[in-house]
Structures are given as C-alpha cells and as structure tokens.
C-alpha cells in the first residue's frame, strides 16, 4: 500500500511504515497524517504482529506538522491519540524529529535512535502549540521533557537514552536494522501475551488530559457523525419520532 508520502510494507510477521517526503524532510500536511491513519488501521486489523515507523531521508525523521497545509486533526494518526492498537509499535529514528514528528515517534512503544538523532519540540519558541507534547510526560523524566518542552533546546540521542526516553542507541545509518532485529524478537514471542501485557502496562501508566481530550472528541464525532443522528434530526424537521438503528 502507498500513497504519495506514506509507503506501508508488510512482510514475515512485521509491518514498516515511511514517511517519504524528504524534498520537505518530511514534513507531515493533513493528508499525511490520514493515510498514515489508514497504515496504522491495516497494521492493527491484519497478520502483521509489530510495525515499524521509520523515514525514508536519514538527516530529518521529520520536521513536524507542514505549516503550509495544517494538519488540524493530526492526532488521528498518532498512537494512543487517535487511536488503541495493542500490538507493540517501533519508532526509528536518525537526524531531527521535531514538532510533531517527535510526539508522532515518542507515542510509540518503542524507540530506536541513531547517535546522530536530535528529539527537538520548538513550539515555546515559534508561539503556536497544541499540547499533543504533553502526552510525553508519561513516556520520559519528567525534569527533562518539561525542559525540551520549555526551552526548545535539542535532546541529544545519547541523553535521550542515559535517561531512559529511548530503548535502544544504534550507530549512525544503523538504527532501521536495529529496529528491525527487535520487531524480529518482538514477532517471534507470543502475540496474545504481549498484546495483553501492552494493553494492561498503558492502562496502569493511565492518559494524560490531553489524551482523555481526544478520547472524548473521537466519542462525540462518533455519535454526531452516525446514521442515528442524521435520521433524528430528519425525524425533527419532518415532526415524526426518529427510529434509531445503533448506526
């Protein structure tokens, strides 16, 4: 499956996922974010039993949201923002992630970087923010990503890794194979357990409010995007008692 910047491959067990825009150094628009979405779907409902998101240019993972083309509802492709999926995810990232692209890697499960990797989030500086980074307080020491937060200073691989933001610290060029051999292991191990013990772990971790906020805004959009509501409000301007079909 591939679209115009996303590419989705599966083969033997793992899924990888590219962000391939590196003209822009992946730059992610709206429709980026959707059909990143679409990936994700197709990764939760099928054979695949762990996935990798990794970027096809080596110097930017990727440079956040494209302010040319906003993506106001980014967080639909972003794990546990927009949507559960229990099967374990890998980020892998070499160069910048930034913005975005940052919360987008960290809100996986796992996370392999590159020595030359920088995890910047520059929002404090630029002025604009939607507090998806906020999430991240759950996923790295609280001191350290308030202050990235807050300063917009880099986070370098190394530190990223001595504090415990990252699993795994590869050498430069090598973080996709190293990636690759955990989501070996990872597919070979139980599927069922891992997807429980995942599901249990993030649920004892508890959501952060900017997490519960999308929560709540995907159960309404739900119910006001359904069948149900376009008949009952049909039913309203026609003066008749709607029949609702759970739909």
Known sequence: ???????????????????????????????????????????SDGDARVAILKAECDKVFCAGADLTDPPETFWHGVPEFGFRCDKPIIAAISGKAIGAGLVLAMMCDFVVVSEDAELIYPEARIGVAKGGVTALMNRGPMRVVLEMMLTGDPLSARRAHEVGMVNRLAPAGQHVEEARRMARQLADNAPLVMQMLKRLSLDTLGDTPIQSMYDATLRVDKVMNSQDAADALEAFRNKRKPVFQGR
Do not use: V
């Not at 590219?18 to 059909?35: H, L, V, Y």
């Open 1 to 43: 499956m591939t679209f115009d910047h996303i590419r989705y491959e599966e083969a033997d067990g793992i899924a990888e996922i590219t962000i391939a825009r590196p003209e822009k150094r992946n730059a992610m628009t709206g429709q980026m974010f959707a059909d990143l979405r679409t990936c994700w779907d197709r990764f």
